[in-house]
């Protein structure tokens, strides 16, 4: 289906955050035009131009600097989020958090300084991982209505992608038995996803999220050689098990989330699927297999899945008026905005 790139019919994008999913997004942006870039913050400082980014000038300086403030352009502040929303809430359409969910107050946190004080009344649109920090953003269900914000969480690859597909898998059954993630990362350098890998490390046996927190980059390198660089987790807390109750799927106790991370090696150590079983309404048990390709990166799975709900949130919030709290398990993802469509529906039909 032929498209067409105007970037003034695209939603106005920030991202919160510029460690390595930031900076993917901002690659995978040059590929799949899903929305103009037109900011991008983190702790140093924001860089904003409504009209859009230069995105491959962006990546360069971000890359090679490891801050935003470095950018040309880029307004440096030590207080960088509360700035920039007080001066351009009202300038962007939707936000994506790529930012660490350490500790787990953090995103909620950041949430209700957007809810009090700032004018924006767009769509917010996370990869959150932890159970207790979703459980922290459903208390602002009724004031995200209020402030007509959209936030969409847990809308990465799992969360998001994998609770998806159970979803919609569980549809062939009248009753649930178990949903089981298992999935595989690889990476060849831990340090191009610092928080995320500490994220990890928080799940392992005598660690917690304050213990993490509190770790210097030596002290992970540490344990990672300890590891031999592997990191396997079982029984984590991860909010796909919330999502999943939230959406009517399945109780929380039903789902387990477990995988193992290769931080040394760009490979993925095993397949990363979702098995759900369950009992159809003849009696007979089976189980449905969602797997996802090895070539597939985590970068491609959360951001690409990121991408999809943030257009199905600009969508449900610009035409239909739907704001507050929803997860990745109660809203399909768009690939594109319906608006690049030269086709109508009428027409492809």
Not at 143 to 171: D, H, R
Not at 239 to 250: F, K, N, S, T, V
Not at 322 to 340: Q, Y
Request: with cysteine; hydrophobic share 40%; proline share 3%.
């Amino acid at each position: 289906m032929a498209t067409v790139s105007l970037k003034s019919e695209l939603p106005k994008l920030a991202i919160f955050g510029a460690g390595g999913l930031g900076i993917e997004m901002v690659k995978l942006l040059k590929k799949r035009q899903a929305a103009n870039l037109v900011a991008m913050v983190d702790q140093s400082g924001y860089v904003f131009d409504e009209n859009g980014l230069n995105d491959e000038q962006l990546i360069v300086n971000s890359l090679r600097a490891k801050s935003i403030a470095a950018i040309e352009n880029s307004v440096q502040s030590s207080k960088s989020i509360s700035e920039f929303l007080e001066r351009n809430s009202t300038k962007i359409d939707a936000i994506f958090y790529a930012l660490p969910n350490l500790p787990n107050e953090f995103i909620p946190n950041i949430t209700k300084e957007i809810i009090n004080q700032s004018e924006f009344n767009g769509v917010i649109v996370d990869a959150l991982k932890r159970t207790k920090a979703v459980k922290m953003l459903s208390e602002f269900n009724s004031q995200l209505q209020e402030k007509n914000i959209l936030y969409l969480t847990g809308c990465g690859a799992t969360p998001g992608m994998l609770t998806s597909a159970a979803a919609v898998a569980a549809q062939s059954f009248v009753e649930i038995e178990s949903v089981k993630i298992t999935f595989g990362v690889g990476i060849s350098n831990w340090k191009a996803y610092r928080a995320t890998i500490r994220e990890d490390i928080a799940h392992l046996k005598n660690f917690n999220v304050e213990k993490v927190s509190q770790m210097t980059e030596e002290q992970i390198d540490k344990e990672l050689e300890d590891r031999n660089g592997i990191l396997e987790l079982v029984d984590m807390e991860h909010a796909d098990d919330i999502m999943l109750e939230m959406a009517g799927i399945c109780d929380a106790d039903k789902v387990t989330v477990g995988g193992i991370v290769d931080t040394r090696n760009p490979q993925k150590p095993v397949s990363t699927n979702v098995k759900i079983t369950g009992f159809t309404y003849e009696g007979k048990k089976s189980t449905h297999t969602f797997t996802l390709g090895d070539e597939t990166t985590m970068a491609a799975n959360v951001n690409g899945t990121v991408l999809g709900f943030l257009n199905a949130g600009v969508n449900l919030h610009k035409n239909y008026g739907i704001s507050g709290l929803r997860t990745a398990a109660e809203v399909m993802p768009r690939f594109n905005p319906v608006k690049i469509h030269k086709k109508s529906l009428a027409e492809i039909i």
